[in-house]
Structures are given as C-alpha cells and as structure tokens.
C-alpha cells in the first residue's frame, strides 16, 4: 500500500479540502463552477495552482450517534477530485476535530471497506492504488459510508446516498478531460 501524503503535504490538501468546503457550504465562490446537480451529487470546477480541476461532493443522508453534535452538515462532505496528475482522489472534510490516532478510519460502499488516514476535519484513502478501485465501487453501489472517531473520542458514520454518483462523476470528466 502506497501511502499519498507527507505531513506538509496533508496539511497543504486539507487547506485545499476546507476550501472546497466553504465553496460547498456556500453554494458560490469566485473561480468555481457549479457544474449541476445529480440526485445527491454536485459537480464542480476551479482551478488548484492555475491548474483546472473538477470534483464532486455531496454531504452525508444520516450521522450516528444521532445523540452527537456532528457539526453543521453542510460542512460535512465527501469529495472526489480530478485533477490532471490523479483522477479519483477521495476525501472527506467533516466539521468536528478528528483523533490525531484514528487507526480505524476508513470509507467503505456497500460493506467492502478501504482505510483512510486522517489529518485536522479531513481524511483521504490510505492508498492511491485503492483510489480507481473505490471509486470504480461508488458508481457500482447504492451507499457509502465513512468511520472517524472524534477528537473526543467518538466513533461516527456518515452515511452517504451513491444516487447521482456516476452523473456526476461523468458530467466532471467531460469538463476535465485526461
């Protein structure tokens, strides 16, 4: 297993993720492109570094332990970016702390998991080669689910509808081209 991210470099995409957050969370933002929507899907583009990227994200149907504060939804997301140097980067941003030893985080689609290292409210794929595989699963699948344990130390999962998954996924590559 490959693993993607130096420190400095995690810390450099999770800048990057927060900002697609706020770009989600407020529906607009200079430079981005609301690309459509697709069931529980969006599809967006903008540039990283004068380079053209798209991605697309969606917030989570249900968060357990529903007895938690979660944070605000609409800073809870999974992404999936394409960009010229990788076409299916997977992260999460949630929007509470997660636990510096999260050594269980991980996504899974319908019951096959993937491990996930974390780092601040973001998380990625452990692997790169885990990346076309998973994403290949989310256009296959009907849900997605993510496990973080809080910086407080408590286990959640997001559950995330894959409905609108390949539309948008597939309206994203026709914009960002290989």
Request: hydrophobic residues 40%; aromatic residues 6%.
């Given at each position: 297993?490959?693993?993607?991210?130096?420190?400095?470099?995690?810390?450099?995409?999770?800048?990057?993720?927060?900002?697609?957050?706020?770009i989600?969370?407020?529906?607009?933002?200079?430079?981005?492109?609301?690309?459509?929507?697709?069931?529980?899907?969006?599809?967006?583009?903008?540039?990283?570094?004068g380079?053209?990227?798209?991605?697309?994200?969606?917030?989570?149907?249900?968060?357990?332990?529903?007895?938690?504060?979660?944070?605000?939804?609409?800073?809870?997301?999974?992404?999936?970016?394409?960009r010229?140097?990788?076409r299916?980067?997977?992260?999460?941003?949630?929007?509470?702390?997660?636990?510096?030893?999260?050594?269980?985080?991980?996504?899974?689609?319908?019951?096959r998991?993937?491990p996930?290292?974390?780092?601040?409210?973001?998380g990625?794929?452990?692997?790169?080669?885990d990346?076309?595989?998973?994403v290949?699963?989310?256009?296959?699948?009907?849900?997605?689910?993510?496990?973080?344990?809080?910086?407080?130390g408590?286990n959640t999962v997001?559950?995330?509808?894959?409905?609108?998954?390949?539309?948008?996924?597939?309206?994203?590559?026709?914009?960002?081209?290989?």
């Open positions: 297993m490959t693993s993607r991210y130096s420190g400095r470099m995690r810390r450099a995409l999770a800048g990057l993720v927060a900002g697609i957050g706020v989600m969370a407020a529906g607009t933002a200079s430079g981005a492109t609301n690309l459509g929507t697709f069931n529980n899907w969006t599809a967006w583009s903008d540039t990283d570094q380079a053209k990227i798209c991605y697309i994200a969606s917030n989570p149907q249900t968060r357990e332990p529903t007895n938690l504060n979660h944070g605000d939804i609409g800073k809870t997301f999974v992404l999936v970016t394409i010229p140097s990788n299916n980067e997977v992260a999460v941003l949630v929007d509470f702390p997660i636990s510096q030893t999260n050594a269980n985080a991980s996504a899974s689609v319908d019951g998991s993937y996930m290292v974390t780092e601040g409210r973001a990625w794929l452990a692997s790169v080669e990346e076309p595989g998973f290949a699963a989310m256009r296959a699948g009907s849900s997605l689910q993510v496990r973080i344990t809080s910086g407080a408590n997001h559950t995330y509808s894959l409905s609108g998954v390949t539309a948008a996924l597939n309206r994203a590559a026709q914009e960002c081209p290989q």
